[in-house]
């Protein structure tokens, strides 16, 4: 790439020099988790060495030192979304944390019987599972936009939903699929839900570290994204919502940081964003995050689609040359997931003889059981790709893919 030194980016992942089985590791699962670069690493022993402290609650010099970090880390998060406030960016465990908490809260305060959310054919377990049991709680509908052979969302059937009843109270979907790559039109979609005043939840695990994000021009009410999967440490997360949402829901969690004052008789509640932050968080995390951004960040996002875009196509024309081998996941907007599976084999015999190779790639149904039915296939093996691949890399899987199917059928 002209735009991307990959070869001085890899030096920076130190995890990339180990050699897998005797073979160089080729890593293939960064949709799963990123690797870290040394800046990141650099960071959480910085934490531990300089800066460990709870925070929030001390008057003395590490615990303020500490909160400085933390609070410093929220500001760059702001601004890497382009949020309006700060306190509209909420700390999470990550990104099933962000839309557990919504769905219990927004839930508990706008979610009736007989009302409806609505979800798509392509969600994560994640952005299923609490809608279910929210649902299931509320006596209320999940309704889900169904998709084409390609894996891309019906749009007039998406249409049909919002107009079926007056009673939805939420669209939560994902911008970027994790099983199949789809990158789907979330600004039409928002801005369909808007015109029925009804908010819209992105689950951008797979968006934020493959494309620029800006929620203000998005208009998107929540988004929530995981830290580890941006480069940054396990443990992070980040919910956003926009503040007039937030001020009317009721804390998802009790405890400490989250009050402003409490008797037996009655609590009052502390303002954004510390009411949604019960407890004491991982602290290294959520200052360790915006490491990971920083590092993103020097590259440039715009760089990074472009590089790994490049890639995708060419690894995913070579794939199909392969007899036998269907590519799951066809859509004309993609962004770097190839998943697919072989005549006569299974995904997971596939995924451990590329393990031997020294290759690791994901198999099985990547948390989108319905996703996989609707397909008709146990699971897929995925190979996701970021900006420290190489088109070496995908030559080699390529190549793998043939060694392995030779071996099985
Ligand atoms: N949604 C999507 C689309 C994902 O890919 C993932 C992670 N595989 C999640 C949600 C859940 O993220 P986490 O496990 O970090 O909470």
Same mark, same amino acid.
């Given at each position: 790439s002209i735009l991307l030194d990959v070869e001085k980016i890899r030096?920076?992942?130190?995890?990339?020099s180990l050699t897998v089985n005797g073979k160089p590791l080729v890593y293939l699962d960064n949709a799963a988790t990123s690797q870290k670069p040394n800046s990141v690493i650099k960071a959480i022993e910085h934490y531990y060495t300089h800066q460990n402290s709870n925070i929030h609650? @001390? &008057?003395?010099f590490l615990s303020q030192r500490a909160t400085e970090a933390y609070e410093v880390s929220r500001k760059k998060v702001a601004k890497f979304i382009n +949020?309006?406030?700060?306190?509209e960016c909420l700390f999470t465990k990550g990104t099933t944390d962000g839309i557990n908490l919504v769905a219990f809260s927004y839930g508990k305060q706008f979610v009736k019987p007989g009302d409806t959310i609505i979800i798509s054919a392509m969600e994560h377990h994640s952005n299923i599972v609490p809608w279910q049991i929210l649902c299931e709680d509320r006596g209320a509908n999940l309704k889900v936009i169904p998709i084409n052979e390609k894996g891309e969302l019906l749009i007039e059937e998406y249409k049909k939903l919002l107009n079926?009843?007056?009673? &939805?109270?939420l669209v939560s979907v994902c911008?970027?699929?994790?099983?199949? @790559?789809t990158v789907n039109p979330v600004k039409e979609i928002i801005a369909l839900a808007h015109e029925k005043g009804i908010p819209v939840l992105l689950d951008a695990a797979q968006a934020v570290q493959h494309v620029a994000v800006d929620v203000q021009d998005l208009d998107v009410d929540f988004l929530a994204f995981s830290g580890h999967k941006l480069y940054g440490p396990t443990g992070s997360g980040i919910l956003y919502g926009k503040e007039k949402w937030l001020n009317q829901m009721p804390p998802y969690q009790g405890g400490?940081?989250?009050?402003k004052h409490v008797t037996f008789a009655k609590t009052t509640y502390n303002e954004l964003p510390f009411k949604?932050? +019960? @407890?004491?968080?991982n602290i290294e995390a959520g200052i360790c995050i915006s490491a990971g951004l920083d590092y993103l960040n020097e590259l440039g996002i715009e760089a990074v689609a472009q590089y790994e875009h490049e890639l995708l196509e060419y690894v995913t024309a070579k794939l199909q040359e392969i007899p036998g081998l269907r590519v799951i996941g066809t859509a004309d907007q993609k962004a770097s997931v190839v998943s697919f599976i072989v005549e006569g084999t299974h995904p997971s015999d596939i995924g451990v003889l590329l393990d031997k190779m020294g290759i690791a790639v994901r198999t099985g149904h990547h948390c989108t059981q319905p996703l996989m039915e609707f397909f008709g296939i146990p699971g897929t093996v995925r190979a996701s790709l970021a900006f420290c691949n190489t088109k070496q890399e995908m030559d080699q899987l390529v190549d793998g893919v043939k060694r392995a199917v030779a071996m099985l059928v």
């Open positions: 030096k920076d992942f130190p995890i990339l609650r @001390g &008057v003395h +949020a309006a406030h700060d306190h079926e009843d007056n009673n &939805v109270k911008w970027i699929s994790n099983s199949l @790559g400490g940081d989250m009050i949604f932050e +019960a @407890g004491t968080p």
